[in-house]
């Protein structure tokens, strides 16, 4: 039995490398630079500037409000009579956890919509690495990063760039 399931494995082993050795054709492409090239992408981050402008403005003038209120209890609180002090501090402590909330809140959103126009961005360069490489015939298309060394004949991050814009 050991020496079926052996050679089980072995066969699969070579039959796997057969595989790796017939992909004669292999191409480089450099995603991370296409991505940094692309012209879309200075628009979506200016299109997410301006859906989160009106949030990020109101979030600064919450921020101010409790600086202030802050100061001026530390300021005065020496001189205030113990009802108002302690009403004050519960006050700031209150807005202090609003803002500390709506504040996570807006920095999940913006995480969450700049990984969704990300997304579709890397999407569009999978895309025309995949046209790019069909149309040149290239049976695997690996990731500059993940390369140790590729000749620059085998680099297809130009035509993919063109592809994309």
């Known amino acids: ?10 066969g699969m082993a070579l039959a796997v490398s057969a595989n790796v050795q017939a992909a004669d054709k ?7 630079s296409i991505f940094q090239q692309l012209p879309q992408r200075a628009t979506v ?5 301006n859906e989160f402008k009106s949030r990020a403005t109101e979030l600064q003038g919450q921020e101010r409000d ?3 209120k802050m100061q001026k209890l530390q ?5 205030m009579k113990a009802s108002d002090r302690t009403k004050m501090e519960k006050d700031i ?15 999940q959103d913006n995480r969450r919509r700049q990984g969704e126009e990300r997304n579709k961005l890397l999407s569009r360069i999978q895309d025309a690495v995949r046209a790019v ?3 040149k015939g290239y049976d695997l298309v690996i990731d500059a990063n993940a390369v140790a060394y590729a000749d ?7 035509q993919v760039l063109k592809q994309v814009k």
């Open 1 to 10: 039995m050991k020496k079926w399931l052996y050679a089980a494995g072995l």
């Open 26 to 32: 292999i191409a480089i492409v450099n995603v991370s």
């Open 45 to 49: 981050a200016k299109q997410l500037e």
């Open 66 to 68: 409790l600086q202030s």
């Open 75 to 79: 300021r005065d609180g020496s001189t």
């Open 93 to 107: 402590m209150a807005q202090r956890d609003a803002f500390s909330q709506k504040a996570q809140a807006f920095e």
């Open 133 to 135: 490489a069909k149309d």
């Open 152 to 158: 620059s004949s085998n680099d297809i991050t130009a």
